[in-house]
């Protein structure tokens, strides 16, 4: 599984690309089989104007499964991809579980004594 990690606007500070594909191959370990791949945006919103301004975007390309995208606003990068890291790992347990769940089948009907 690859992880592509991109930064709009975002001065990527040294170990930024290990620290995000570290969090996120953590977050999905257990559900590496169900990803294709996984790319993570880092962007600065707002500029120099201040404010909740990083924004992490998160798009999972799933096996037999919908996509996950989703986005996550924080005051630094940092606190963006760990919020967005326990996101993945709750929507991704929360699909496969869905997905693994088997149909209900009515139980049978016995038959009545006449």
Request: hydrophobic content about 45%.
């Amino acid at each position: 599984m690859r992880i592509d990690l991109h930064c709009d606007g975002v001065e990527a500070p040294p170990g930024l690309r290990d620290y995000v594909a570290r969090r996120m191959r953590f977050a999905i370990g257990r559900f590496r089989d169900h990803i294709q791949w996984a790319r993570v945006k880092v962007a600065d919103v707002n500029g120099p104007k201040g404010g909740a301004d990083k924004r992490c975007v998160v798009q999972l390309r799933l096996r037999n499964l919908p996509d996950v995208v989703f986005a996550i606003n924080q005051f630094e990068v940092r606190a963006a991809v760990d919020e967005a890291a326990d996101r993945v790992a709750r929507v991704l347990a929360q699909r496969v579980r869905r997905n693994q769940r088997p149909a209900r089948v009515a139980p049978p009907i016995a038959a009545l004594p006449a």
